[in-house]
Structure formats: C-alpha cells, structure tokens
C-alpha cells in the first residue's frame, strides 16, 4: 500500500498541489498536517508511520516535506528500511525500493542541506554587511537614554511607585527594571 504524507508549515498555506500529486501517484491513505518541517514533534507523521506495515511505501510531494536536517531524512528513511517499508518522493523521483533509488536519495539529501546551509550563510552575510553599513536589526528598544534618565530621576522620588514611573515611561515594570536593575533600592542608598 502506498501511503502519502503531506506537510505545509503555515495555516496561510494548503495542501491540495501535494494531496492532488500524492492521489495521482496512487496514496491510499493520506495523512496532511500544518507544522514546521525543524519540529520533531509532527502528529500526522507518526501518525502515517505508525500505520505502515512491511511492504508499504510511505510517498511524499518533496524530501523536504519529510524533513528539514539531512539526519533527520536519513534516519526516517533508514528506520523505513528497517522495518520493510519503502521511501518515495515525487518531485526527486526517488524509490528506495531499488539500489539506485537508496543512492539517489543521499545524494538529494546532502544537496538539499548543502542548499539550506549555503542560504543560512548568505543571510548571515547580509545581516553582517547590513550591521557594517550602520543598519540596526532586531527588536527597537523599549527605553531610549531620556526615557531611562527620566525614570532615574523618579525612581529617587519615594513618593512615586514604580508602576507609576514605568506607565509614565509606557513599559511594564519588568521592562522598567530590564533598564534599570535593583529598581528604587539602588538609588536610594
């Protein structure tokens, strides 16, 4: 029996292009989730795997579909074999089910982490020239250097709490404190 998995990380995102390819390949039984292909924790796939029996192929759109890491691919695929079960993916027209099936899909499987390896590497080259070029990333501080002089200058004042100074700052007091560590008791010593 072949089995499909189909997998989309967002709820923005359908199923339907890998359901349809999946039918057509002749998936029985289909097993769909919305998860991000990193999460270990993919009820539909355990699900899928724990429903195969020897003899079956568990069939996807596309290996990343399957998996994110090429380990994680290899030792799903591996513990198919293990248990009589084949592998197929659509898009790399691989079958595990042949000798030349098992070599294709490492070789897919390493280039598919080269790609995702060489994409992190030229975001990380990005965000570097970007920092050198003065371009700030992240989260906007929640304080600026008046606002966290301001709330100095308050914090002195006994008369006034700190969920006062920190709505008058518009933060919570946990943010307050972040900027300004030991509060009121720093400053009144």
């Not at 759109?61 to 084949?86: M, N, P």
């Amino acid at each position: 029996m072949k089995v499909g998995y189909a997998r989309v990380s967002t709820n923005q995102q359908d199923t339907a292009l890998q359901t349809d390819a999946l039918e057509a390949a002749g998936c029985e039984k289909l097993f769909e989730e919305t998860a991000s292909g990193a999460q270990k924790d993919r009820p539909a796939l355990v699900s899928a795997l724990n429903f195969m029996r020897e003899g079956d192929t568990l069939v996807v759109w596309k290996l990343d579909r399957l998996a994110r890491s090429t380990r994680q691919l290899i030792e799903t695929v591996e513990d198919l074999e293990h248990r009589g079960i084949g592998f197929q993916s659509l898009k790399e027209n691989i079958d595990t089910t042949s000798p030349g099936g098992r070599l294709i899909f490492h070789v897919f499987a390493a280039l598919a982490e080269f790609e995702r390896d060489m994409i992190r590497e030229r975001t990380k080259a990005g965000l570097e020239s970007a920092r050198k070029r003065g371009a700030v990333s992240g989260r906007p501080k929640a304080m600026d250097d008046g606002s966290i002089a301001m709330a100095r200058a308050m914090m002195a004042d006994p008369t006034i709490s700190v969920a006062a100074i920190a709505s008058k700052c518009g933060v919570s007091a946990a943010t307050l404190y972040r900027y300004l560590p030991g509060g009121k008791a720093t400053l009144t010593k």
